[in-house]
């Protein structure tokens, strides 16, 4: 018989009590982190504003306009992001410009977006000159999320935000006073891997609007 077998006064094996001992040890939990939640979707903002009424173009070959271009449409514009949303990105994912009144405008990205630029709140309504804070001040487009169709067409609008804004377009090649144009946008959540935010119910996420500016970018 082992050390460990001898029988103590009473009977029991030095190897009994050693059993006992064991699995009467506290068993410790170890605590696991359970995976985070999601981050969740902010409420879709209100559709953008976009003001062709007050729109214009350079209608010759003189550059005119917050962007000192020749041959462009432009277009005001508001974006709001409400109040408890968090910062959120407004993309322009397509601008296409058409000459004249055409309902079925090529749906594509052909002229592009040349930039963005904000409002002077001192401007007047109906004078382009008026509502820049100055030649060629274009938005510097946001890096937190990538617009690969237009990279100068992505604004960061921070928390119940509302921006008054100009976006121009690409060269058109023409001398228009009248246009058509096919926008389309969406929102994206920069703190929730880019995701993007669902829209309104009954926003398209595009419109195609007419203009008929009453005279030419000044």
């Given at each position: 018989?082992?050390?460990?077998?001898?029988?103590?006064?009473?009977?029991?094996?030095?190897?009994?009590?050693?059993?006992?001992?064991?699995?009467?040890?506290?068993v410790?939990?170890?605590?696991t982190?359970a995976?985070?939640?999601?981050?969740?979707?902010?409420?879709?903002?209100?559709?953008?504003?976009?003001?062709?009424?007050?729109?214009?173009?350079?209608?010759?070959?003189?550059?005119?306009?917050?962007?000192?271009?020749?041959?462009?449409?432009?277009?005001?514009?508001?974006v709001?992001?409400?109040?408890g949303?968090?910062?959120?990105?407004?993309?322009?994912?397509?601008?296409n410009?058409?000459?004249?009144?055409?309902?079925?405008?090529?749906?594509?990205?052909?002229?592009?977006?040349?930039?963005?630029?904000?409002?002077?709140?001192?401007?007047?309504?109906n004078?382009?000159?008026?509502?820049?804070?100055?030649?060629?001040?274009?938005?510097p487009?946001?890096?937190?999320?990538?617009?690969?169709a237009?990279p100068?067409?992505?604004?960061?609008?921070?928390?119940?935000?509302?921006?008054n804004l100009?976006?121009?377009?690409?060269?058109?090649?023409?001398?228009?006073s009248?246009?058509?144009?096919y926008?389309a946008?969406?929102?994206?959540?920069?703190?929730?891997?880019?995701?993007?935010?669902?829209?309104e119910?009954?926003?398209?996420?595009?419109?195609?609007?007419y203009?008929?500016?009453?005279?030419?970018?000044?």
């Amino acid at each position: 018989m082992s050390e460990f077998d001898t029988p103590d006064p009473k009977g029991v094996s030095r190897r009994t009590v050693t059993k006992a001992m064991a699995w009467s040890l506290p068993v410790i939990a170890v605590a696991t982190t359970a995976p985070g939640a999601a981050a969740s979707i902010p409420p879709p903002p209100p559709p953008p504003d976009f003001n062709f009424a007050d729109a214009c173009a350079t209608v010759g070959n003189t550059n005119n306009g917050c962007a000192d271009l020749a041959r462009t449409s432009q277009v005001p514009f508001t974006v709001t992001n409400p109040a408890g949303n968090g910062d959120l990105l407004f993309q322009i994912t397509a601008m296409n410009v058409v000459n004249g009144n055409v309902p079925g405008i090529p749906q594509n990205n052909s002229f592009g977006v040349h930039g963005i630029y904000l409002q002077n709140a001192a401007g007047s309504d109906n004078e382009f000159s008026g509502l820049c804070p100055g030649p060629n001040v274009a938005l510097p487009p946001s890096l937190l999320c990538p617009n690969m169709a237009n990279p100068t067409a992505n604004v960061l609008v921070q928390d119940g935000q509302t921006l008054n804004l100009w976006v121009v377009a690409g060269d058109e090649n023409n001398n228009s006073s009248s246009f058509t144009t096919y926008l389309a946008y969406q929102w994206v959540d920069p703190n929730n891997a880019c995701a993007v935010v669902p829209r309104e119910p009954g926003d398209p996420g595009y419109l195609v609007e007419y203009a008929e500016p009453s005279g030419n970018c000044q």
